[in-house]
């Protein structure tokens, strides 16, 4: 069981009811820079960045006086604190744990880092934007250019059905025709 949690693919500690790390594997090392060992006795506000850490006590209280399994992060925006001071998204799942003996409860604590995620959703919201742009340029230029060519075709439309009224040859008539009918098109399709 030990050996399936240290490969999970997301950092896993548990946290008692003051907030101490008691276990942390693995992939916690990856994610905040330091060592299983050196997490465990240490306060979970370690990993909290400062601008969040004041109010992160109160929040950890809140979840002991309701502790019920629930995921955070994908609707709100959850920091992680580096070993090195920098910080990245993640997302956690928390989980109650009957506490043994004199122990309360203790919470499971899993971490994912979702900067990747992040990036991937940045990038598609600035193309959707740049798409949406676009869109708007050209419906404009239509709309220009296709005010600017019914003009031109009106006055075409009005003088080739005064020449067909006219009394012309009938190879010249043919010509005004073909030409009469495909303004005529040309302007439905505008």
Do not use: W
């Not at 992680?80 to 506490?99: A, V």
């Not at 934007?129 to 600017?148: D, I, P, Q, V, Y």
């Amino acid at each position: 069981f030990r050996s399936v949690l240290e490969l999970a693919p997301d950092g896993l500690m548990v946290v008692d009811a003051s907030g101490v790390i008691r276990l942390a594997y693995a992939r916690c090392e990856q994610l905040f820079g330091f060592t299983p060992d050196q997490l465990i006795g240490q306060p979970i506000e370690m990993l909290v960045p400062p601008d969040v850490r004041p109010g992160h006590a109160a929040l950890r209280e809140g979840f002991q006086r309701s502790p019920a399994a629930r995921e955070m992060g994908p609707d709100r925006e959850l920091r992680g604190l580096r070993r090195d001071g920098s910080e990245f998204p993640l997302e956690t799942g928390l989980s109650p744990m009957p506490g043994r003996g004199s122990e309360g409860t203790q919470i499971a604590v899993s971490i994912r880092d979702v900067t990747e995620r992040k990036a991937q959703e940045k990038a598609l919201k600035l193309a959707k934007a740049k798409a949406e742009e676009a869109t708007a340029t050209k419906s404009m230029f239509l709309a220009n250019m296709s005010h600017e060519i019914r003009t031109p075709m009106n006055a075409i439309l009005n003088m080739t059905g005064l020449a067909l009224e006219a009394d012309l040859p009938p190879k010249p008539h043919q010509f005004v025709t073909v030409a009469h009918s495909s303004a005529k098109n040309l302007l439905g399709i505008l």
